[in-house]
């Protein structure tokens, strides 16, 4: 099983390997403030909402893939041991990565035993209007699992 999981894990880097590194950082308020940014980077305001039938909470590893029309990625990789993701609850994060076109798909990863389902993802990116992704499904553990409007843009 430890030789499955390692499987998954490589196979899940280097899927992302071509995404653009970012920081993540937890949210207590909802003000961003932009005008520290350096010149081509941006922050991205991500809100999750998991489902009350999701477990109480999750300590499973959960990554954020975003990206835009031309396949350009933003991957998020918030830490697990912050008590994130709990039933009925929201968390939203500040995502400062370099800019990407208009946000049209959105994936998680999950990696545990705990499980997790997200119920909605809002997007926000400073040039665009935000963006919602609907999920309500329980996220398989070690495979991409997203959805992807890119086909209307």
């Known amino acids: 099983m430890k030789s499955l999981t390692l499987i998954f894990t490589f196979s899940i880097i280097a899927t992302f390997s071509h995404a653009t590194p970012s920081l993540v950082t937890l949210l207590h308020t909802q003000q961003i403030n932009e005008t520290a940014l350096s010149s081509g980077s941006c922050i991205y305001k991500i809100i999750i909402t998991t489902s009350c039938s999701s477990p109480r909470l999750t300590t499973d590893a959960i ?78 553990s070690g495979v991409p699992f997203g959805v992807n409007y890119c086909e209307h843009y």
């Not at 912050?82 to 076109?101: R, Y």
């Open 63 to 140: 990554d954020i893939l975003i990206g835009d029309a031309d396949g350009t990625q933003i991957f998020a990789s918030p830490d697990p041991n912050t008590g994130l993701f709990k039933q009925c609850g929201t968390d939203i994060f500040a995502v400062h990565a370099d800019c990407i076109g208009k946000i049209c798909n959105m994936h998680f990863v999950r990696v545990g035993t705990d499980g997790w389902i997200p119920e909605t993802a809002i997007v926000y990116h400073r040039d665009y209007p935000p963006i919602t992704f609907n999920f309500d499904s329980f996220l398989p």
